[in-house]
């Protein structure tokens, strides 16, 4: 339960533990590590977007100069099909082996066909060049519209579409539909006074991570295999290694190295069973990183998307019926973001009439990975957008649109749970009172609204507590640091234990030395993880008054704990000096054993995520160019334990969410080849694309944290799309539905609007 | 009682059927109560979907208790980026 | 082809190794020399991870081939702190949280030590165009402007 109390540790704005190495150059990202007799893997990749392999000749390869091993996919373990027990992607396992090393086809550019391992990369790489094969070409399918034609090349024979009430009797691109629906929506419409339709088009974009994938891989000649990987969960890493190369989990250790960003696209895997294959065929470790160009081509990607809404509403604003037709892009096999894209579209809106149909669509592109929010922000946009044009219709401020309609305590989500205590009011309420919503705007500039919503999710995390000898204190915890996790979790256990932060220290350990853990992503470390460690805590402190309790020989529940000591309960008669942990550590032999706290846990209750963005940019008329003068992300974090860390996240994802509403898009030619796969002409924003992002968090705690925790790193990404086209029309006057609103589309528009 | 909904996509399993009010005090009670009506069904919801308990969202449910006024939702599996 | 021997100064220390002659700086820092803070995030000069100075200019080290820094002064990431203190623009760096994930840290670091070394009283306009060429994509650049404000006056107040 949440208690409303002053806090200590919690709220300050500490130096992070790590930080230190991360100035310095000292942390290890998954590139920096090297052991003795280290050789190094390339990956051959598919120059075809669509193909059936013919054959694969590696005769010459494997004699030339440095060359150790080579693989190809039939040195893998065929793999059954199994259903990935993990989120929305539902992922199969077969699936994830073909796309680490193709079998009998290639289904995108760049799919993975052999791969080398050598005693240098120049050797690998000309031994890549002699690997001959011979594919048959097939027709790409590059594109929602194309994929779901009727007359469509079929990119998988053996796919039916499920979800549809009887087994179709021909195969399909689209892996599956689903449907969420309440009231009446035809009803709903025809009561409205005002019914408005788009379309809206989003890219294929990419989380845009700047260390590319990394690990290094050693296996022993007993088959023991020890991985160092930059991943968001390296427990995903180890079963997923383990399911691909048909090995026993407990074979598979994976140690975390730092990661550099990962946004969802590292919480799969790519080239980590190829280097563990490739070291146990060379016996020798083997380091794999991808060059930049191979993680756009061929790491996960986020969907792009087609969505249809239709929104129903009275003359007052208030709505009547909305609905939605949303396509999502899967990349070369199913299990897209569709799900969670479905279940957001009107999550933040009270509306009596909905009816959602969503559909997973295969086509030739990379398989694609969870991106911030995953599927939010492509669904969102469209909502947010249609009902922006709807203020404008009835001459509503669009902040007055959204309270009239806006979800509260108690109100049934669209997706089906009633909310607990959440924070959507406050924050419309927020930045309608905002300072920055009030400044004046001038000749082509324009101001935009919208607002976000994402789950945030629980799952499992375990945490271990170990009291030194001096009484400071080790964490033990599995998910890797992202944004400032190890802060966080020092500060709780500090709070908790009622020691200063700075005797914290905090581990991330690896697979074999830390309990089971789902993956850093989904908003659920500083919630989940953090649940765990303020257990094992409470735990310590448990076992710490027992040990009092012992050396003063009287009863546990006597026993009370404050400000880090133990004393004893008021009114207890007995004459004796509070105990520090280091005077309990210190005794600890005499008095049971080292002290080790524990935790584990399957995390209920995380609190969803609303957030409202507003934009104000201004439009160059000669080149189409928008700037973004000002941006405002206010939001409801539950509770912020780190502000500054919680801050960067807003910031973070407002970042991301302009450039994908700006500039990002994956461009393909007529070949299925991606033509900008690097960062000169993938362009994110830099510095000087982005003005100060003003924050403001909003504090409704979620009642089932301990200390109020509400997930917070994936909301911030969801609102930017909305608000940044919404700022577009006002400031050109042109309502642009297709995303990205680079300046020669925005400048196309301009000129058709004025002819 | 409490009342157990099934998103569309899941009523495939329940024939159709989206709501249900019943008598049990724990998820395992749940799923025992439905798969005496639906044999087959919890092969199909046992650790591939979420449940929201009086909107508290949980994968892999099974120990936790189900008030008498409870509102049980089966939902996609969401885990995030 | 025979590899080519390089004598150089690398942060005020003379170094010297073999290389290719196609090997790039950047790799011949973080493989010959072991000196992994520089970081290879694009290798196509598009993204600054790899930035270093040479002989007190700016370059993104993918861009420089390993054979051209004989005789030269390199400064990496590993020279800016002094011993066990840290240079005032990494200590603001992390009072202002001005990292996430830190991967891009060390270029930011090397190149906001060029721009305050050359332009003491920048202007946040300044700042952002200089900073244009180090992506990073967890903070949205906002707590690296104000830590390098921050680290300008400081720096500036320390010269007084």
Same mark, same amino acid.
């Given at each position: 339960?949440?208690?409303?109390?002053?806090?200590?540790?919690?709220?300050?704005?500490?130096?992070?533990?790590?930080?230190?190495?991360?100035?310095?150059?000292?942390?290890?990202?998954?590139?920096?590590? %090297?052991?003795?007799?280290?050789?190094?893997?390339?990956?051959?990749?598919?120059? @075809?977007?669509?193909?059936?392999?013919? =054959?694969?000749?590696?005769?010459?390869?494997?004699?030339?100069?440095?060359?150790?091993?080579?693989?190809?996919? #039939?040195?893998?373990?065929?793999?059954?099909?199994?259903?990935?027990?993990?989120?929305?992607?539902?992922?199969?396992?077969?699936?994830?082996?073909?796309?680490?090393?193709?079998? !009998?086809?290639?289904?995108? @550019?760049?799919?993975?066909?052999?791969?080398?391992?050598? /005693?240098?990369?120049?050797?690998?790489?000309?031994?890549?060049?002699?690997?001959?094969?011979?594919?048959?070409?097939?027709?790409?399918?590059? !594109?929602?519209?194309?994929?779901?034609?009727?007359?469509?090349?079929?990119?998988?024979?053996?796919?039916?579409?499920?979800?549809?009430?009887?087994?179709?009797?021909?195969?399909?691109?689209?892996?599956?539909?689903?449907?969420?629906?309440?009231?009446?929506?035809?009803?709903?419409?025809?009561?409205?006074?005002?019914?408005?339709?788009?379309?809206?088009? %989003?890219? %294929?974009?990419?989380?845009?991570?700047?260390?590319?994938?990394?690990?290094?891989?050693?296996?022993?000649?007993?088959?023991?295999?020890?991985?160092?990987?930059?991943?968001?969960?390296?427990?995903?890493?180890?079963?997923?290694?383990?399911?691909?190369?048909?090995?026993? +989990?407990?074979?598979?250790?994976?140690?975390? /190295?730092?990661?550099?960003?990962?946004?969802?696209?590292?919480?799969?895997?790519?080239?980590?069973?190829?280097?563990?294959?490739?070291?146990?065929?060379?016996?020798?470790?083997?380091?794999?990183?991808?060059?930049?160009?191979?993680?756009?081509?061929?790491?996960?990607?986020?969907?792009?998307?087609?969505?249809?809404?239709?929104?129903?509403?009275?003359?007052?604003? /208030?709505?009547?019926?909305?609905?939605?037709?949303?396509?999502?892009?899967?990349?070369?096999?199913?299990?897209?973001?569709?799900?969670?894209?479905?279940?957001?579209?009107?999550?933040?809106?009270?509306?009596?009439?909905?009816?959602?149909?969503?559909?997973?669509?295969? +086509?030739?592109?990379?398989? &694609?990975?969870?991106?911030?929010?995953?599927?939010?922000?492509?669904?969102?946009?469209?909502?947010?957008?249609?009902?922006?044009?709807?203020?404008?219709?009835?001459?509503?401020?669009?902040?007055?649109?959204?309270?009239?309609?806006?979800?509260?305590?108690?109100?049934?989500?669209?997706?089906?749970?009633?909310?607990? #205590?959440?924070?959507?009011?406050?924050?419309?309420?927020?930045?309608?009172?905002?300072?920055?919503?009030?400044?004046?705007?001038?000749?082509?500039?324009?101001?935009?609204?919208?607002?976000?919503?994402? $789950?945030?999710?629980?799952?499992?995390?375990?945490?271990?507590?170990?009291?030194?000898?001096?009484?400071?204190?080790?964490?033990?915890?599995?998910?890797?640091?992202?944004?400032?996790?190890?802060?966080?979790?020092?500060?709780?256990?500090?709070?908790?234990?009622?020691?200063?932060?700075?005797? &914290?220290?905090?581990?991330?350990?690896?697979?074999?030395?830390?309990?089971?853990?789902?993956?850093?992503?989904?908003?659920?470390?500083?919630?989940? %993880?953090?649940?765990?460690?303020?257990?094992?805590?409470?735990?310590?402190?448990?076992?710490?008054?027992?040990?009092?309790?012992?050396?003063?020989?009287?009863?546990?529940?006597?026993? !009370?704990?404050?400000?880090?000591?133990?004393?004893?309960?008021?009114?207890?008669?007995?004459?004796?000096?509070?105990?520090?942990?280091?005077?309990?550590?210190?005794?600890?032999?005499?008095?049971?054993?080292?002290?080790?706290?524990?935790?584990?846990?399957?995390?209920?209750?995380?609190?969803?995520?609303?957030?409202?963005?507003?934009?104000?940019?201004?439009?160059?008329?000669?080149?189409?160019?928008?700037?973004?003068?000002? $941006?405002?992300?206010?939001?409801?974090?539950?509770?912020?334990?780190?502000? =500054?860390? +919680?801050?960067?996240?807003?910031?973070?994802?407002?970042?991301?969410?302009?450039?994908?509403?700006?500039?990002?898009?994956?461009?393909?030619?007529?070949?299925?080849?991606?033509?900008?796969?690097?960062?000169?002409?993938?362009?994110?924003?830099?510095?000087?694309?982005?003005?100060?992002?003003?924050?403001?968090?909003?504090?409704?705690?979620?009642? =089932?944290?301990?200390?109020?925790?509400?997930?917070?790193?994936?909301?911030?990404?969801?609102?930017?799309?909305?608000?940044?086209?919404?700022?577009?029309?006002?400031?050109?006057?042109?309502?642009?539905? !297709?995303?990205?609103?680079?300046?020669?589309?925005?400048?196309?528009?301009?000129? @058709?609007?004025?002819? | 009682?409490?009342?157990?909904?099934?998103?569309?996509?899941?009523?495939?399993?329940?024939?159709?059927?989206?709501?249900?009010?019943?008598?049990?005090?724990?998820?395992?009670? *749940?799923?025992?109560?439905?798969?005496?009506?639906?044999?087959?069904?919890?092969?199909?919801?046992?650790?591939?979907?979420?449940?929201?308990?009086?909107?508290?969202?949980?994968?892999?449910?099974? *120990?936790?208790?189900?008030?008498?006024?409870?509102?049980?939702?089966?939902?996609?599996?969401?885990?995030?980026? | 082809?025979?590899?080519?021997?390089?004598?150089?100064?690398?942060?005020?220390?003379?170094?010297?190794?073999?290389?290719?002659?196609?090997?790039?700086?950047?790799?011949?820092?973080?493989?010959?020399?072991?000196?992994?803070?520089?970081?290879?995030?694009?290798?196509?000069?598009?993204?600054?991870?790899?930035?270093?100075?040479?002989?007190?200019?700016?370059?993104?080290?993918?861009?420089?081939?390993?054979?051209?820094?004989?005789?030269?002064?390199?400064?990496?990431?590993?020279?800016?702190?002094?011993?066990?203190?840290?240079?005032?623009?990494?200590?603001?760096?992390?009072?202002?949280?001005?990292?996430?994930?830190?991967?891009?840290?060390?270029?930011?670091?090397?190149?906001?030590?060029?721009?305050?070394?050359?332009?003491?009283?920048?202007?946040?306009?300044?700042?952002?165009?200089?900073?244009?060429?180090?992506?990073?994509?967890?903070?949205?650049?906002?707590?690296?402007?104000?830590?390098?404000?921050?680290?300008?006056?400081?720096?500036?107040?320390?010269?007084?």
């Amino acid at each position: 339960m949440s208690e409303a109390r002053q806090f200590n540790a919690i709220g300050r704005r500490v130096i992070r533990p790590d930080g230190v190495d991360k100035v310095t150059g000292r942390a290890a990202f998954g590139a920096d590590y %090297t052991l003795p007799g280290t050789i190094y893997g390339k990956v051959l990749r598919s120059p @075809h977007a669509h193909a059936r392999i013919v =054959s694969i000749d590696t005769k010459k390869a494997s004699r030339m100069p440095g060359v150790l091993a080579i693989v190809t996919g #039939a040195d893998f373990p065929k793999v059954g099909s199994e259903e990935i027990t993990g989120g929305e992607g539902a992922g199969d396992y077969k699936d994830l082996a073909t796309n680490v090393m193709a079998r !009998d086809r290639v289904l995108y @550019h760049g799919h993975a066909v052999a791969a080398v391992a050598a /005693t240098s990369v120049a050797e690998a790489d000309a031994a890549l060049a002699a690997i001959k094969v011979r594919y048959e070409k097939l027709r790409p399918v590059m !594109d929602i519209d194309t994929a779901m034609a009727d007359d469509a090349v079929v990119i998988d024979e053996q796919l039916f579409t499920s979800g549809l009430p009887e087994k179709p009797s021909k195969p399909s691109n689209v892996a599956t539909v689903m449907e969420l629906k309440r009231g009446d929506v035809e009803a709903g419409f025809a009561a409205a006074d005002i019914v408005l339709e788009g379309t809206y088009r %989003t890219p %294929t974009v990419h989380q845009g991570y700047i260390e590319p994938h990394a690990c290094l891989a050693t296996i022993n000649q007993g088959g023991q295999a020890t991985v160092w990987a930059s991943t968001q969960g390296h427990f995903d890493v180890r079963s997923g290694a383990a399911k691909v190369l048909g090995m026993k +989990v407990s074979d598979i250790k994976v140690i975390p /190295t730092e990661i550099g960003g990962g946004f969802g696209g590292k919480t799969t895997i790519y080239v980590e069973p190829v280097a563990i294959l490739l070291s146990r065929r060379s016996g020798r470790p083997v380091k794999m990183t991808m060059t930049r160009e191979e993680v756009f081509r061929a790491s996960g990607p986020a969907s792009a998307t087609k969505c249809v809404i239709k929104i129903g509403a009275k003359n007052d604003g /208030t709505l009547t019926a909305m609905s939605a037709w949303l396509a999502y892009e899967a990349g070369a096999f199913k299990g897209s973001s569709m799900a969670p894209g479905a279940m957001c579209v009107f999550a933040p809106y009270k509306v009596d009439n909905f009816l959602i149909r969503g559909f997973d669509v295969l +086509v030739n592109k990379p398989k &694609v990975a969870a991106y911030r929010a995953p599927g939010a922000p492509q669904s969102m946009y469209a909502c947010e957008s249609l009902l922006d044009e709807l203020a404008g219709k009835l001459g509503m401020d669009p902040i007055d649109l959204r309270l009239k309609n806006a979800v509260e305590e108690g109100c049934q989500a669209a997706y089906g749970p009633k909310f607990n #205590a959440i924070g959507f009011r406050e924050c419309l309420e927020a930045a309608k009172r905002h300072p920055n919503y009030s400044v004046p705007l001038g000749p082509d500039e324009g101001r935009g609204v919208a607002a976000g919503f994402w $789950f945030n999710a629980g799952m499992q995390s375990s945490a271990e507590i170990h009291i030194n000898e001096d009484g400071t204190v080790t964490v033990i915890e599995g998910n890797p640091d992202i944004g400032g996790s190890r802060a966080s979790m020092a500060m709780m256990a500090a709070e908790e234990l009622g020691v200063p932060y700075e005797r &914290v220290r905090v581990q991330i350990a690896d697979t074999e030395s830390a309990g089971y853990t789902n993956t850093t992503g989904g908003s659920r470390v500083t919630f989940a %993880t953090g649940m765990a460690v303020i257990q094992a805590a409470r735990d310590i402190i448990g076992q710490c008054k027992q040990r009092a309790a012992s050396t003063w020989g009287i009863d546990g529940d006597m026993v !009370d704990w404050a400000d880090g000591k133990a004393i004893p309960k008021p009114g207890v008669n007995a004459d004796v000096k509070p105990l520090t942990l280091a005077n309990i550590a210190s005794n600890a032999a005499r008095t049971g054993g080292p002290l080790l706290g524990r935790a584990s846990l399957n995390a209920r209750g995380a609190g969803p995520g609303f957030s409202v963005n507003f934009a104000d940019v201004r439009v160059d008329r000669e080149t189409g160019k928008l700037d973004v003068l000002r $941006f405002t992300a206010i939001q409801d974090v539950g509770k912020a334990i780190h502000p =500054s860390y +919680v801050e960067g996240q807003l910031q973070g994802g407002a970042a991301q969410g302009i450039g994908w509403a700006l500039n990002e898009e994956y461009v393909y030619n007529k070949d299925g080849v991606m033509e900008n796969a690097g960062f000169l002409d993938y362009r994110i924003p830099v510095a000087s694309d982005l003005p100060m992002i003003d924050t403001q968090m909003i504090e409704v705690p979620n009642p =089932s944290h301990p200390y109020g925790v509400r997930g917070v790193g994936e909301t911030p990404i969801v609102a930017p799309l909305a608000a940044i086209a919404n700022a577009s029309c006002a400031a050109t006057g042109v309502r642009i539905r !297709d995303l990205p609103l680079s300046p020669p589309r925005v400048l196309a528009a301009l000129e @058709h609007a004025a002819s | 009682m409490a009342s157990v909904f099934f998103p569309d996509h899941l009523a495939q399993y329940t024939h159709g059927r989206r709501e249900f009010d019943v008598n049990v005090s724990s998820f395992r009670d *749940l799923l025992e109560w439905l798969e005496v009506r639906y044999p087959g069904i919890s092969e199909k919801l046992v650790g591939r979907v979420a449940v929201a308990i009086d909107g508290d969202i949980i994968h892999d449910p099974f *120990l936790e208790t189900i008030a008498a006024n409870s509102e049980v939702h089966f939902l996609h599996r969401i885990e995030g980026g | 082809m025979a590899k080519v021997h390089v004598s150089t100064s690398v942060n005020g220390q003379h170094t010297e190794f073999l290389c290719e002659p196609n090997e790039s700086l950047l790799d011949v820092l973080r493989e010959n020399l072991q000196l992994t803070g520089t970081k290879e995030g694009c290798a196509t000069g598009d993204c600054g991870a790899c930035s270093v100075t040479i002989d007190g200019t700016l370059v993104c080290s993918c861009l420089v081939l390993g054979v051209e820094i004989a005789g030269k002064e390199v400064g990496t990431i590993e020279g800016i702190a002094k011993g066990d203190v840290l240079h005032p623009i990494q200590q603001k760096f992390l009072e202002h949280a001005a990292l996430q994930c830190g991967v891009c840290t060390p270029g930011l670091i090397v190149a906001t030590k060029s721009l305050l070394d050359s332009n003491p009283k920048p202007t946040e306009e300044e700042i952002r165009y200089y900073l244009a060429g180090n992506l990073c994509r967890c903070t949205g650049y906002d707590k690296i402007v104000r830590a390098v404000q921050d680290a300008a006056q400081t720096m500036r107040g320390k010269r007084a």
